[in-house]
């Protein structure tokens, strides 16, 4: 065969090769088409349902949304209403109080004082009276029975003595009328003179009883006298009588008086019963709806692009963020269009609980027909706060938990992300960020539940993981001992302890505000001195907080830890070397250990990994006590230069969260 033969018989079976493969591949199509036909069919009732889970879904949210709502208001109201039934209560008692307690002392005072006097005073009168009264009596008696004595004895004495000469005389008339018959003219004259002298005698023995008589008249004005001065002590016995009906009536009166006391008492002993069990509900009421959001939440925030991020590199960011104030900010006219993200948060409910995040241009893959169009990533959380949400408007969402360690749980509170992210802003802000927030709170409700019977004491520990080493941040001499590695971790009982970490009582808002600005102080000093160390520890502040009701007895000892994550950046994206390498590494060790010890806890899985790290060993019944609640902030950066680091961080959280998925875009 010769070769031009050769190259058409190879050109033929090719050609012939050529036409299988057309054929095939016309078959292959006609199948493809087939299958499109049908998925094309399938199409409008999977779209029908898809929309109707969706209206379902809608509706459920809506429900949950305003349930959640009314229960806060509620919540609220009632506090409200309980508070101003206190108050109230508690000013008309005291009024009250007060009002008897002076009207019984005054009542008192004036009654007895009165009634002492008066007694007093009669009983003196009376007995002068009546001793003056007595003694003229007795005197005028005597008198009287000595002049009747005297009388009388002087009447018999006349008589006796008249009847004696009246006999002696008669004798001697008789004698000399017989002796001498004949001297009767003389003896006549004789008797009429004799007559003479006794009808004399005879008047004054008529003069004697006249005497008599005026002095039995004198002897009876004495004795009304008597009787009158008798009626009177009579009546002031009367008066003596009604003084002492009238003091019993007062005393009476003052009985029923510690009666209405004893009411008012037994009162007050009701309302402390209602206010009491007022107080029970809504804890129950508080504890429930806790439970319903989930004992551990995500909250995403998005930080606006600041003025140097638009121009800055992220090398030049952390440093200039080493630099920075913690209170600073230096928001710009955000989203500057050339260097923030695209994002959009959906609203599904009353608030944000998706983010989408559109693939920027210097990503996208490129085939060769050109550029794959933008993938748009989504990721669902708790809630989602964007670049405008400010630090009031998140407190509003975690307040509920605050509340929860007052009322004797665990709870955890920490912001993860990148550096630069906003986690110190979020936690640590000046007056607005949730650790001054919090503490303020705290101080308010402990004020609140006072007026009721709660007595709180307050005691706080500021410390710092670095690595393996525990840092007293609020010791005078930190600087002088960082990483000496003095502090342990013990649990005892149930409860963590913190040995060698100054421990002190905080007594007002104002003196937390205070250690806070030494800290802060302290952890940049250190950063400066050591390159940026403070964005690569844990700044850790727990709050212990054990309540007593010392009208119930009831008792409550809670834990609330404000927690400043170090910056979770990737290795290959920071790009260091050498000690900074060390420091990614055991930051990313101790992160990963978190998020494995929240997932295993979500997924409640037998065997919890708190001893993986330093971190979750100090945290492990904040995070997984029976009665803890814990919220993990994931603080993003809008800046287009930190997509990576944002996509990342985001997965992290969303897998933390339990419920991730991401949605690529179905035309890629
Ligand atoms: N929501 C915000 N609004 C305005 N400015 C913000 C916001 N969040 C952060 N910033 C500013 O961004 C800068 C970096 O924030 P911040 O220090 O809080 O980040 P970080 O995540 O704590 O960093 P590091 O890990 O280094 O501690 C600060 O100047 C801060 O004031």
């Known amino acids: 065969m010769s070769v031009g033969e050769r190259i058409r018989e190879d050109h033929r079976k090719e050609l012939q090769e050529l036409t299988q493969r057309k054929e095939l591949g016309k078959k292959r199509l006609g199948q493809l088409q087939s299958e499109l036909w049908i998925a094309r069919a399938d199409l409008p009732e999977i779209q029908l349902d898809l929309e109707k889970l969706q209206r379902e879904y809608d509706e459920l949210e809506e429900d949950y949304v305003k349930k959640n709502k009314l229960i806060r208001e509620m919540d609220d109201k009632r506090d409200e209403k309980l508070l101003a039934i206190q108050r109230e209560f508690d000013v008309f008692k005291k009024d009250q109080e007060d009002k008897f307690d002076r009207q019984v002392k005054i009542i008192g005072d004036e009654y007895d004082e009165k009634a002492a006097k008066m007694l007093r005073e009669k009983q ?58 004949d001297l009767i003219r003389r003896v006549g004259v004789e008797t009429e003179v004799l007559n003479g002298e006794l009808k004399e005698k005879l008047r004054g023995v008529e003069v004697g009883n006249k005497r008599f008589e005026a002095l039995s008249g004198e002897f009876r004005e004495l004795e009304e006298k008597a009787e009158k001065f008798e009626n009177e002590a009579g009546s002031l016995r009367k008066n003596l009588d009604e003084t002492r009906a009238e003091l019993g009536e007062k005393i009476k009166e003052m009985e029923s008086m510690k009666r209405r006391c004893e009411w008012f008492r037994k009162e007050v002993g009701r309302y402390e019963g209602c206010i009491k069990e007022e107080e029970v509900t809504r804890r129950r009421i508080h504890e429930k709806l806790q439970e319903l959001k989930g004992n551990i939440r995500v909250f995403c925030r998005v930080k606006p692009v600041v003025m140097e991020e638009g121009v800055n590199s992220m090398k030049d960011e952390k440093s200039q963020i080493s630099t920075n104030n913690l209170t600073g900010n230096g928001v710009s006219d955000f989203p500057s269009a050339s260097s923030s993200l695209s994002f959009r948060c959906d609203n599904f409910a009353s608030y944000p609980q998706h983010i989408k995040i559109i693939e920027p241009l210097d990503h996208r893959r490129k085939s060769s027909i050109g550029l794959i169009s933008p993938r748009t990533l989504d990721f669902s959380f708790d809630m989602v706060f964007d670049q405008h949400s400010t630090n009031s408007e998140i407190f509003e969402e975690i307040s509920q938990l605050v509340q929860s360690s007052l009322d004797g749980h665990n709870v955890c509170i920490f912001a993860y992300g990148q550096t630069g992210s906003g986690k110190t802003y979020t936690m640590s802000n000046k007056d607005d960020g949730m650790i001054p927030r919090s503490v303020k709170l705290i101080f308010e409700r402990i004020e609140e539940v006072r007026q009721i019977g709660w007595k709180y004491e307050v005691t706080g520990q500021f410390l710092e993981i670095y690595g393996d080493n525990i840092n007293d941040l609020m010791a005078d001499s930190y600087l002088n001992n960082l990483d000496r590695n003095k502090a342990e971790i013990k649990h005892i009982d149930g409860k963590t302890i913190v040995t060698n970490i100054t421990r002190i009582v905080l007594k007002s808002p104002s003196q937390v505000s205070e250690i806070l600005l030494r800290v802060n102080g302290n952890r940049m000093t250190a950063s400066t001195r050591m390159n940026d160390r403070s964005s690569r520890s844990h700044c850790v502040l727990i709050i212990n907080l054990i309540g007593r009701n010392e009208r119930t007895g009831q008792a409550v000892n809670g834990t609330l830890n404000l927690i400043d994550l170090a910056g979770s950046e990737r290795i290959s994206q920071s790009q260091v070397t050498g000690i900074r390498l060390r420091e990614t590494r055991s930051i990313n060790r101790s992160l990963s250990s978190l998020g494995d010890v929240i997932m295993s806890l979500k997924n409640r899985s037998q065997h919890v990994p708190y001893r993986n790290s330093k971190l979750t060993y100090l945290l492990q019944y904040s995070l997984g006590g029976g009665s803890s609640k814990t919220l993990m902030f994931v603080n993003v950066s809008s800046n287009v230069e930190h997509f990576n680091e944002t996509i990342n961080s985001l997965r992290f959280a969303e897998k933390v969260n339990g419920a991730g998925y991401i949605q690529e875009d179905p035309r890629k």
Request: proline share 0%.
């Open 124 to 181: 003196e009168e009376f007995e002068k009276r009546e001793g003056d009264y007595k003694k003229v009596g007795k005197q005028l008696r005597s008198q009287l029975e000595q002049i009747g004595t005297d009388f009388q004895d002087r009447i018999r004495l006349l008589r006796r003595q008249h009847q004696l000469r009246l006999d002696n005389e008669k004798l001697e008339v008789e004698k000399r009328t017989r002796e001498a018959e």
